[in-house]
Structure formats: C-alpha cells, structure tokens
C-alpha cells in the first residue's frame, strides 16, 4: 500500500514563495500518478496539478497554470510542488494522492492521500 508524506507548509507572507513536497514510499509503478489537491475551509477540495512518474507529463487546473509548478526527482519517489507570489487565497491544507493512470481535478479516482501540509498567506 502506497504511503504518502506531505511537507514544505508553513506560514509565509504574501508574494513569498514555499516549497511542498509529497514522498512516497511503499509505492509500486502501478501507481503512475501523483496529484496535488488543496482545501480551505467552506470551500470543496479542488485539484491542482498531476504529475506522470514515469513520464513526466503533468496537468494544471485553471487556477494552477501559470502560477504552480510540479515537478519530480530523479528517483520519482517525490513529487514536489513550487508555489511562488502566494497570496491569502492560497491558504489552505496541501494533499497529495496518487493513482494508477488518472490525471486530473476527480478526488474521487486517487487512491491514496497523505495527511496534508497547511499553508498559511498572511501579514
């Protein structure tokens, strides 16, 4: 069973930039896909960015494009997600999940979550 460690999170200000990372271990290449969601309280969780492990081929939400970059090791055991010129609307939990060949903003066709990092935009 795939376990997944989310890290990076923190309390930044505003136009500050962090860093999260998603580690996987107990993994299989049967799960080709790491994805990032984040939630924030009263709002529904929303899908980011995905990334293919072994290929690299990544998807980006509307609200990602342009302004988060996911990215992975050489290993592709850890998937990161670069969040640069954040602002108080990013803040909210960081999940990451994987999946066996779904890439996209569907919750429901990951598998497998880690616990999530918090980020936190303010003054």
């Known amino acids: 069973q795939v376990q997944l460690v989310e890290s990076g999170g923190g309390l930044v200000s505003p136009g500050g930039s962090l860093r999260l990372s998603c580690a996987a271990s107990?993994?299989?290449?049967?799960?080709?896909?790491i994805g990032w969601f984040r939630q924030a309280p009263g709002y529904e969780r929303e899908g980011l960015t995905c990334i293919y492990r072994s290929n690299g081929n990544t998807w980006y939400s509307n609200s990602a494009k342009g302004r988060f970059t996911i990215s992975r090791d050489d290993a592709r055991n850890t998937v990161y997600l670069q969040m640069n010129n954040l602002t108080p609307d990013n803040t909210a939990g960081y999940y990451c999940?994987?999946?066996?060949?779904?890439?996209?903003?569907?919750?429901?066709?990951?598998?497998?979550w880690g616990q999530g990092t918090q980020v936190t935009v303010s003054p």
């Open positions: 999940a994987t999946s066996r060949l779904y890439c996209g903003n569907l919750h429901q066709m990951y598998d497998y």
């Open positions: 107990g993994f299989s290449s049967d799960f080709d896909v």
